[in-house]
């Protein structure tokens, strides 16, 4: 894999339905792994700043435990309030069993 993409576990470590926050160029990433792929959102939620991490995941979605918005973790848009604005996501490639993400960073919320 080419830059700018860097290894940010080992597919394996992460079982599906699961995820692991990761230390990106001093920043706190998601990196989950759903029946439908790996993907990657920044852990802050949009409501209050609170990290995501904190919560969980439902299928293709991460929930924050603090007032329960969850977001779509392959665009990040909330789905339902208080949260209003989306999460913004990293690219990711997989190769060579490992996951890697592009650590660009991605467009803030729109
Ligand atoms: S801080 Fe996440 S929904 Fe309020």
């Known amino acids: 894999m080419e830059k700018p993409f860097v290894p940010v576990a080992f597919v394996e470590e992460i079982p599906i339905g699961q995820f692991r926050k990761v230390d990106v160029d001093g920043r706190s ?7 439908n792929g790996v993907f990657a959102v920044e852990d802050l939620c949009s409501h209050e ?7 969980c995941l439902d299928g293709d979605r991460i929930k924050c435990s ?3 918005s969850r977001f ?3 665009t990040g848009e909330p789905l339902e309030e208080p949260a209003t604005a989306p999460i913004a996501t990293y690219r990711i490639e ?10 660009t960073v991605p467009d803030k919320r729109s």
């Open 72 to 74: 779509n973790l392959a």
């Open 94 to 103: 997989i190769a060579d069993g490992r996951i890697w993400l592009d650590p």
């Open 29 to 35: 990433v998601i990196v989950a792994r759903t029946a």
């Open 49 to 55: 700043d609170y990290p995501l991490s904190y919560g």
């Open 66 to 68: 603090l007032h329960g």
